[in-house]
């Protein structure tokens, strides 16, 4: 059993602290949230309707404190892209592995995220469903198989959702063979030559669909993967801290699920 730290206590770390509740192969030490109120210093199971397990949640100010009194062996993050290359220093410094999922940095910052993991494993994971990454490699066999097919990637999620999916745009990174392939996104011109096409649809409460559909002048391959609950990125979660449990580098769901 592993001990993991969860960083971030939003819409995603809550129902991803519901699954390491509940799965025996890991244990919930420390729960951290940013903002000062109410909630901080409660229990954190019964916050999401179970069990007492002990742990109470923290404030993010408290972090470093709090990991030299629980131990995690891996922190996983959820708490949004300001929050890793604030708590990074702190986490390296105790020398836990993390798990990062929250999305939207630069390359600047990714080029720090990777120093760090100089000292320490570190998944990068701006994808951490299994299943994306799945989806993700059967594209390349098509790929593989259809070099001269059509591209569109769909992507679609509630309509609170601001900007283009990211793991949007990373499917379209793999799926590009050639430096002369652009990502781009028509709204009323035709498709232009060597494009992967992405079509953003935001609409109800939808959590996450990637549709990724290859097209031949005959025929058409679609393959689609669908999150039907935020529990998923739990379960992607767990799988990645057990991979990177006593591991140092930098890695991404690529090497985890291959
Ligand atoms: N990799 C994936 O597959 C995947 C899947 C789902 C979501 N995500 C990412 O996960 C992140 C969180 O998503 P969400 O929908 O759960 O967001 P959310 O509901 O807004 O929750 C954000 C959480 O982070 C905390 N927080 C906010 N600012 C912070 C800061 N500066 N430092 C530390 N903690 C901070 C918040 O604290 P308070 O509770 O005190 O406000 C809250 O607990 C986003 O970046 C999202 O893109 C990634």
Redesign the pocket.
């Known amino acids: 059993m592993i001990k993991i730290g969860l960083?971030?206590?939003?819409?995603?770390?809550k129902e991803v602290a519901g699954e390491m509740f509940i799965d025996e192969s890991v244990r919930l030490v420390c729960v951290?949230?940013?903002?000062d109120?109410y909630l901080v210093g409660e229990e954190v199971g019964p916050l999401i309707g179970l069990e007492s397990n002990g742990v109470r949640l923290s404030l993010?100010k408290d972090y470093e404190d709090v990991l030299g009194k629980t131990k995690p062996d891996v922190i996983v993050d959820?708490?949004?892209?300001?929050?890793v290359m604030?708590?990074l220093d702190a986490t390296a410094r105790c020398g836990v592995n993390i798990v990062i999922?929250?999305?939207?940095y630069d390359e600047a910052q990714l080029a720090m995220i990777k120093k760090y993991a100089e000292d320490i494993g570190i998944i990068w994971?701006?994808?951490?469903?299994d299943g994306?990454n799945i989806l993700s490699n059967i594209s390349q066999v098509v790929k593989t198989q259809w070099p001269d097919a059509d591209i569109s990637i769909v992507e679609t999620h509630n309509s609170e959702k601001s900007g283009i999916s990211?793991?949007a745009l990373k499917l379209a990174e793999n799926l590009k063979d050639t430096e002369h392939v652009k990502i781009g996104r028509r709204i009323d011109s035709a498709r232009e030559e060597n494009e992967i096409v992405i079509h953003k649809v935001r609409l109800g409460g939808i959590i996450g669909r990637h549709e990724i559909i290859f097209g031949n002048p005959y025929q058409t391959i679609t393959l689609t993967h669908n999150s039907i609950s935020?529990r998923a990125?739990g379960r992607?979660a767990i799988r990645a801290a057990h991979w990177i449990y006593g591991k140092k580098g930098f890695y991404t769901m690529a090497d985890v699920v291959q």
Not at 7 to 13: D, R
Not at 101 to 104: A, E, I, M, N
Not at 125 to 129: E, L, R
Request: overall charge positive; glycine content about 20%.
């Open positions: 960083l971030g206590f939003g819409k995603t770390g951290f949230k940013y903002h109120n993010c959820f708490a949004g892209k300001r929050s604030h708590y999922c929250s999305t939207g994971a701006p994808n951490i469903t994306i990211g793991t935020r990125f992607g």
